[in-house]
């Protein structure tokens, strides 16, 4: 009997072998191909990195040649940057222009996305409406109103101000998403406040702010990256006033009539970049849920 | 662009959900370029694709010794950018990274009892899943692609190596006008030649375009504007 039975059960484990050996094979080839595929897009994402920090420590001779590897290690490089002339100039103009800018949209956005998310009022659809389409307007649709009133009324041309002070009346992108952020609060919270005698203003500055933190270390980061990185707005103002040149327009200088510095281009480079870097390993969370509610939630 | 944009973060992202070990680490790394200055991503992407820099020394160590001219071409000029907005694309994988979190688990399971394979599971499961994200993501992709400046006119001065001072290109649009973009035409217009009314029509025509995609995200039922 044992003999008559035992062939099907072979048989039958034979092929539980086979397809758990198969699917195994499978699932070793998908690891295969999902890694070597990751390691492609790795060397991508990298690469230019690599290149900017290997090319910034390179002699002068060598940054012209194409060398992937310096041949020596230049570290005066760093310094020659921060000695030239302008550059530290330019750093304090960017922190003169980022820090406001900051400060000012946190404190001008955090109420209007307030009133939008919690209070019923008329024409509110319509008042979300102007605030996308607000959004999603180009700089270079406004500029040149703007340039006029703040050239030629206000005479502040070749200044920072025509930058900083917009941003004390509120920012679209950052009331929307402040906006998000406040419809997940509950209404209860804010009743309690209410019901327990805090007016309007208490209630924002002691319940809501307190719960909307988050969000708000979000706001201010991206506005201030948007001031540090920014060139078109720098750009039109005092382009023509290098006193008044941020970072972002600075940086172009290394580049002379006829040939370029590229090995001091890169050690620039690599100093205007490395706060941002920091601050995004510190904040990296903050980052990755401010991008995620105005993109999923919307 | 916008196509190459969204199949490329679309992808990105489908691998990170893949990866489980040292996730974070790449995670960390795509994104970093978007956070780059424009400033800086362009500069550095024109060093590389510099003819004497280390792109075309790569190229020459596999065999290809007569190397297109990149920013330097107007031919070349246009994928050049492409390539270094793919660079930039961390924004966009975060958004889909989350969104693909968020594919129901039920939905595929039953898929995959049904018999459907990675294909039909991708069809007829994920996307319909993440679409009001991917149309999110394409609509404001070609808003700022309208807004494309200051890629293209800082790689376009620096590569022709007229810049005198920031701002007064002698030769805007390098190469032969193929950097040249819409916003780019209305500062040069408005700003330094000071001819006001042209460039006024320009910023108009601008606002039209980007109203007429910014309607496509309004018109969504469950819109940007709804919510309590």
């Given at each position: 009997?044992?003999?008559?039975?035992?062939?099907?059960?072979?048989?039958?484990?034979?092929?539980?072998?086979?397809?758990?050996?198969?699917?195994?094979?499978?699932?070793?080839?998908?690891?295969?191909?999902?890694?070597?595929?990751?390691?492609?897009?790795?060397?991508?994402?990298?690469?230019?990195?690599?290149?900017?920090?290997?090319?910034?420590?390179?002699?002068?001779?060598?940054?012209?040649?194409?060398?992937?590897?310096?041949?020596?290690?230049?570290?005066?490089?760093?310094?020659?940057?921060?000695?030239?002339?302008?550059?530290?100039?330019?750093?304090?103009?960017?922190?003169?222009?980022?820090?406001?800018?900051?400060?000012?949209?946190?404190?001008?956005?955090?109420?209007?996305?307030?009133?939008?998310?919690?209070?019923?009022?008329?024409?509110?659809?319509?008042?979300?409406?102007?605030?996308?389409?607000?959004?999603?307007?180009?700089?270079?649709?406004?500029?040149?109103?703007?340039?006029?009133?703040?050239?030629?009324?206000?005479?502040?041309?070749?200044?920072?101000?025509?930058?900083?002070?917009?941003?004390?009346?509120?920012?679209?992108?950052?009331?929307?998403?402040?906006?998000?952020?406040?419809?997940?609060?509950?209404?209860?919270?804010?009743?309690?406040?209410?019901?327990?005698?805090?007016?309007?203003?208490?209630?924002?500055?002691?319940?809501?702010?307190?719960?909307?933190?988050?969000?708000?270390?979000?706001?201010?980061?991206?506005?201030?990256?948007?001031?540090?990185?920014?060139?078109?707005?720098?750009?039109?103002?005092?382009?023509?006033?290098?006193?008044?040149?941020?970072?972002?327009?600075?940086?172009?200088?290394?580049?002379?009539?006829?040939?370029?510095?590229?090995?001091?281009?890169?050690?620039?480079?690599?100093?205007?970049?490395?706060?941002?870097?920091?601050?995004?390993?510190?904040?990296?969370?903050?980052?990755?849920?401010?991008?995620?509610l105005t993109g999923v939630k919307g | 662009m916008v196509t190459l944009q969204t199949v490329f973060g679309l992808g990105v992202a489908m691998l990170i959900t893949k990866i489980k070990r040292g996730g974070n680490i790449f995670r960390t790394l795509f994104y970093l370029p978007y956070l780059a200055p424009p400033v800086i991503s362009t500069l550095v992407f024109v060093y590389l694709f510099d003819a004497g820099g280390p792109i075309?020394?790569?190229?020459?160590?596999?065999?290809?010794?007569?190397?297109?001219?990149?920013?330097?071409?107007?031919?070349?000029?246009?994928?050049?950018?492409?390539?270094?907005?793919?660079?930039?694309?961390?924004?966009?994988?975060?958004?889909?990274?989350?969104?693909?979190?968020?594919?129901?688990?039920?939905?595929?399971?039953?898929?995959?009892?049904?018999?459907?394979?990675?294909?039909?599971?991708?069809?007829?499961?994920?996307?319909p899943a993440i679409q009001p994200v991917i149309l999110f993501s394409v609509v404001t992709g070609v808003i700022y692609t309208m807004q494309y400046y200051t890629q293209a006119i800082v790689a376009g001065e620096v590569a022709s190596g007229h810049v005198a001072t920031a701002g007064t290109t002698l030769d805007i649009g390098y190469p032969l006008g193929s950097s040249l973009t819409v916003p780019q035409l209305i500062s040069q217009?408005?700003?330094?030649?000071?001819?006001?009314?042209?460039?006024?029509?320009?910023?108009?025509?601008?606002?039209?375009?980007?109203?007429?995609?910014?309607?496509?995200?309004?018109?969504?039922?469950?819109?940007?504007?709804?919510?309590?």
């Amino acid at each position: 009997m044992a003999a008559v039975m035992s062939p099907p059960v072979t048989r039958h484990a034979g092929i539980n072998r086979t397809a758990r050996s198969a699917a195994r094979r499978r699932r070793a080839l998908e690891w295969i191909a999902v890694h070597s595929l990751a390691i492609v897009a790795a060397v991508f994402f990298a690469g230019p990195f690599f290149f900017l920090v290997v090319t910034s420590v390179m002699p002068d001779n060598q940054a012209l040649s194409g060398a992937l590897w310096p041949s020596h290690w230049q570290w005066s490089n760093f310094r020659s940057v921060w000695d030239r002339a302008g550059f530290l100039t330019w750093y304090k103009n960017t922190l003169m222009y980022a820090i406001p800018v900051t400060v000012l949209t946190v404190v001008s956005s955090v109420p209007v996305a307030y009133a939008l998310a919690k209070f019923k009022f008329r024409y509110r659809r319509l008042a979300m409406i102007v605030l996308v389409s607000a959004m999603m307007i180009p700089p270079q649709v406004t500029v040149m109103p703007m340039y006029i009133l703040w050239t030629k009324q206000f005479g502040l041309g070749g200044t920072l101000w025509p930058l900083i002070v917009p941003t004390a009346f509120g920012d679209a992108y950052s009331i929307f998403l402040l906006r998000q952020f406040l419809l997940t609060v509950p209404k209860e919270y804010i009743d309690a406040a209410k019901v327990d005698g805090c007016g309007e203003i208490r209630t924002l500055l002691r319940v809501v702010v307190p719960m909307i933190r988050p969000a708000i270390a979000a706001v201010a980061l991206f506005q201030f990256f948007y001031a540090w990185n920014d060139y078109f707005g720098p750009q039109v103002y005092v382009g023509a006033n290098p006193g008044n040149w941020t970072l972002a327009l600075g940086l172009e200088t290394f580049h002379a009539a006829h040939h370029v510095d590229w090995n001091l281009m890169m050690a620039a480079n690599l100093m205007v970049i490395a706060p941002i870097v920091v601050v995004f390993f510190f904040a990296q969370k903050v980052f990755v849920e401010g991008v995620t509610l105005t993109g999923v939630k919307g | 662009m916008v196509t190459l944009q969204t199949v490329f973060g679309l992808g990105v992202a489908m691998l990170i959900t893949k990866i489980k070990r040292g996730g974070n680490i790449f995670r960390t790394l795509f994104y970093l370029p978007y956070l780059a200055p424009p400033v800086i991503s362009t500069l550095v992407f024109v060093y590389l694709f510099d003819a004497g820099g280390p792109i075309n020394a790569i190229l020459a160590h596999v065999g290809v010794h007569n190397p297109p001219g990149w920013f330097n071409s107007p031919t070349w000029f246009k994928p050049s950018l492409t390539l270094l907005s793919l660079w930039g694309i961390g924004n966009t994988v975060v958004i889909f990274f989350a969104s693909l979190l968020d594919v129901p688990k039920e939905q595929m399971e039953a898929a995959m009892l049904d018999g459907a394979g990675p294909v039909k599971r991708f069809r007829f499961v994920t996307l319909p899943a993440i679409q009001p994200v991917i149309l999110f993501s394409v609509v404001t992709g070609v808003i700022y692609t309208m807004q494309y400046y200051t890629q293209a006119i800082v790689a376009g001065e620096v590569a022709s190596g007229h810049v005198a001072t920031a701002g007064t290109t002698l030769d805007i649009g390098y190469p032969l006008g193929s950097s040249l973009t819409v916003p780019q035409l209305i500062s040069q217009q408005g700003i330094l030649n000071a001819n006001t009314g042209p460039a006024c029509v320009l910023s108009i025509l601008l606002f039209v375009m980007t109203m007429l995609f910014t309607l496509i995200l309004l018109r969504r039922k469950n819109g940007l504007v709804g919510g309590d």
